[in-house]
Structures are given as structure tokens and as C-alpha cells.
């Protein structure tokens, strides 16, 4: 009688997260025996065994992950600080403690970093000033001549891969349309309880952003794209050690976008009138109001923290820069997928609706 062959095992670091979730269940779907790394132990989706860690402690990693033994491993996870020098120690140490902690399995093949677009744009506290390339960026631009805890991120990975011998690549995603509940960066959630509360008292539905956000052409990462590539770049030779731009592949402006996004919710619309009016601002205080919309709606979360992320919406709308991505050098190594962007957010909108997670 022949054994049944155990399944590949993956390890997805940030497994909770709009991108983590996804791709553990893509990875699931496929067969693979998927481990989900996150500081709260949650699980992740059905199939995806839950492993509880902090990447800040090298010890505590070393114990979770002891007797694991996987092929792939994603690192889909940052925690945001206050300064870019404490952003570089504290997710630079991140990944150079889950290599660490797999080193002795030594059964690692290929792993994938995702990271974004601060590579060409600078880190929070210089974002888009100095000298950037040209759009739409490509990858083989030089880094700037600034801190970024993606490059001190990047030469972890790089260095591990040297000395442990798996291949690796690097996702530079832009703003990520997806599935997540309590993620940092969400802005399809965040427009979404945005224009909730917009209906509830009645408030027109404001782009918070700028007059170039408002106007230029802009392109956005599905979630499902990135799970995607980040599955084919490990699975074929022309994607490993090499970093990938990974956006959608079309273009809108949110001028186009807005009105349709307002539209689906009900609501009534303002585009840019001059200047820009962050979410941070108009939506303080606010809490109490999206606690009665859950309660009237049956809605699983009534906590707008762990919803809406007003920051950083407020910083993707309100740059005063165009940001476009080129795509060409994945398209040639092979992946040619797209997703069409307003599909992509309407589908997660939906998707939020039928989790009762928006009304």
C-alpha cells in the first residue's frame, strides 16, 4: 500500500492581513498544508493552522515555528513607528528573525517579500519629497538616498537566501484592494464605513484627497493579483531573485471613480474643491455614529479602529504626485494576469456586505 505524500507546507507571515488572508487560502485551495503567522494567533481561514508569534522576539519565533518545515514562506506583514529609523530596525528585524527561526528545518525553497511602493516614493516622514524616478516606476531604479525600512527589509531577505541557499523575490505592491478586517491599510473598508457614515447623517461624500489625486491617472494592487504572483514568481525560474512591480494593470483617476463609488452607497458626492479635506479631520469623532450604524445593521464589528484606517487613505489621496507602475518586466518573465480595478473594488465591497462587516 503506498503512503499518501504529505502536502507542501508554506508559513504566511502576517496571515491576518489583506494580503496574508488571501493568499493562505489560495495556498489552501491548492493543497498546501498553510501555517499562519500573526501577533494574535487568529485564524486565519478555514484550513490555515494559526501560529501565535511576535517577530520582534527571536526566542518566541524560534519556539512557534520549531518543527515546522516549510517550502515557501511569505512575508506579507510591517509594523508601522513612529520614525523611519525605528520602521528599519524593527521590520528590518522581522524578517531576519523568521529566516532565523527556519534556518535549522533548513527546508526553505523560495521566499517572497511584499513590499510597495514608498521603494520610489521615500519613507512616511519624507514621503514624495527629493529627488524620485520618473513614472511610472520601474524596478530596476536605483534606491533614493534616503532611509526605508523596505531597503533594510530587502537586504535582510537578500542575505538569508545567500547564506540558506532558497530563492527569493519582492512584491512592490501600490494601494491594496482586498479582504481584512483591523489591517493598517484598507482603504476599500475605510471608503466604505466612510460612506456608511456619510448616509447616516447625512453628509455629502467628499474626496479628502488632492488636485493631483483628484485628476491624474493612478493604478491599485488586488489583493488576488498579488497572491497570485507572489504563487507564480516561487513556482517559476524567471521569478526568482528578482523584485516585481505588482498593480492591476489598468489605470483610472479618481474623478472617474468617486461619483461610482457614491453612487453604489447611496450617497451624495463632492469631488476636489481646492483643498484637500482629510478623513482624519472630518471623521473624528465619529465612533459613536458607526457604533449605531453596527447595531442597526447587525454588523459583526462595532470598533471603527479595527475598520476604518482614516491615515493612511488620507495618505494615498492626498499625495501631490502622480504615482503609476510600470508592468512590463513581469509581463515579460511571464506573468501576464490582470484584474480590472473598479471590478476589484465593488467586489470587495460586496464581499464586506456579505460578511456583515459594512451595511
Known amino acids: 500500500m503506498t503512503a499518501t505524500a504529505r502536502p507542501r507546507q508554506a508559513l504566511v507571515v502576517g496571515a491576518t492581513g489583506i494580503v496574508g488572508q ?16 500573526s501577533r494574535s494567533g487568529r485564524a486565519p481561514g478555514a484550513g490555515v493552522h494559526p501560529v501565535q508569534a511576535d517577530l520582534a522576539d527571536p526566542a518566541g519565533l524560534a519556539t512557534a515555528l520549531a518543527g515546522l518545515t516549510p517550502e515557501l514562506v511569505a512575508i506579507t506583514a510591517w509594523t508601522r513607528q513612529a520614525t523611519e529609523a525605528e520602521n528599519i530596525a524593527v521590520n528590518g528585524a522581522a524578517v531576519r528573525n523568521v529566516l532565523q527561526a527556519l534556518e535549522p528545518a533548513g527546508s526553505v525553497r523560495h521566499a517572497a517579500l511584499m513590499t510597495g511602493l514608498k521603494h520610489y516614493l521615500g519613507p512616511f516622514e519624507a514621503y514624495a519629497q527629493g529627488e524620485m524616478p ?6 530596476d531604479e536605483p534606491r533614493l538616498d534616503a532611509p526605508n525600512f523596505y531597503y533594510a527589509q530587502e537586504d535582510e531577505l537578500f542575505a538569508a537566501a545567500a547564506r540558506a541557499g532558497f530563492t527569493w523575490s519582492v512584491h512592490r505592491s501600490h494601494t491594496v484592494f482586498g479582504f481584512a478586517v483591523g489591517n493598517a491599510m484598507n482603504m476599500v473598508l475605510t471608503l466604505s464605513a466612510y460612506a456608511a457614515i456619510c448616509k447616516k447623517t447625512g453628509r455629502p461624500f467628499v474626496f479628502p484627497g488632492s488636485s493631483t489625486q483628484w485628476n491624474s491617472v493612478t493604478d491599485v494592487t488586488d489583493a488576488d493579483l498579488l497572491a497570485d504572483q507572489i504563487l507564480w514568481a516561487a513556482a517559476t525560474e ?4 528578482q523584485a516585481f512591480n505588482t498593480v492591476n494593470g489598468d489605470v483610472f483617476r479618481w474623478r472617474w471613480l468617486w461619483p461610482q463609488i457614491a453612487a453604489h452607497f447611496g450617497v451624495e458626492w463632492e469631488g476636489h474643491e481646492g483643498r484637500v479635506r482629510p478623513l482624519t479631520e472630518s471623521m473624528a469623532g465619529t465612533e459613536d455614529v458607526w457604533a449605531e450604524i453596527a447595531a442597526e445593521h447587525g454588523l459583526v464589528e462595532p470598533d471603527l479602529g479595527r475598520i476604518a484606517s482614516w491615515w493612511h487613505t488620507d495618505s494615498d489621496l492626498g499625495r ?11 509581463r515579460k518573465a511571464g506573468f501576464t494576469e490582470s484584474r480590472d480595478s473598479r471590478d476589484s473594488f465593488f467586489r470587495y465591497v460586496e464581499r464586506y456586505r456579505a460578511a456583515r462587516i459594512i451595511p
Open 134 to 139: 520618473d513614472t511610472p516606476f520601474h524596478e
Open 320 to 330: 501631490e504626485i502622480e504615482v503609476l507602475t510600470d508592468m512590463n518586466k513581469s
Open 22 to 37: 488571501n493568499l493562505a487560502e489560495r495556498l489552501t485551495a491548492q493543497g498546501w498544508e498553510v501555517h499562519g503567522l
Open 238 to 241: 524567471a521569478g526568482h531573485d
